[in-house]
């Protein structure tokens, strides 16, 4: 599994390790989450697992797989990201400015897309399911990784 940032952006196969996975193999990874989202009488069973800053997201059936995830980076000067437990230890920290994260995916030729979006801009990378969003300063704000 990649331990930084730019390994993972350059190997993009992070994501297998936990997609399709059920809620029971998660925790069986991970252990148990250190938040889940609400559930109803209707909807049982948590979307959502919260470990640290990152989100794993499943559909709403009990046997539903893990289908993505959201990464939140850590506010400058606080400890490594997102969450020691999924060995996710990033170099990046949240307002990291657009112009970087360009220049990096440019040194390391990984495929990018720009698109607006109603609060800022998002950086898709090319065939990865990756997509990096900034605020309407041009800051991230987070990393998306779906199907």
């Known amino acids: 599994m990649p331990g930084s940032l730019q390994e993972f952006l350059e190997e993009r196969n992070w994501v297998g390790s ?15 989450p250190d938040t889940v989202s609400a559930t109803s009488r209707r909807h049982p069973n948590p979307q959502v697992f919260k470990y640290g ?6 559909g709403r059936e009990r046997d539903a797989q893990c289908c993505s995830l959201f990464v939140e980076p850590p506010v400058v000067g606080t400890a490594a990201w997102p969450c020691p437990r999924l060995g996710l230890l990033w170099d990046l920290a949240q307002m990291t400015p657009i112009e970087r994260m360009e220049g990096l ?32 300063t041009g800051e991230l704000e987070g990393i998306y990784v779906g199907r």
Not at 22 to 32: H, K, M, P
Not at 114 to 129: F, K, P, Q
């Open 18 to 32: 936990v997609f399709g996975l059920s809620r029971e193999q998660i925790v069986a990874l991970f252990g148990q």
């Open 53 to 58: 800053s990152v989100e794993l997201y499943f």
């Open 105 to 136: 995916l440019t040194r390391h030729s990984i495929a990018y897309t720009e698109v607006a979006d109603t609060t800022g801009a998002v950086l898709r990378l090319i065939g990865s399911g990756v997509s990096l969003h900034f605020g309407e």
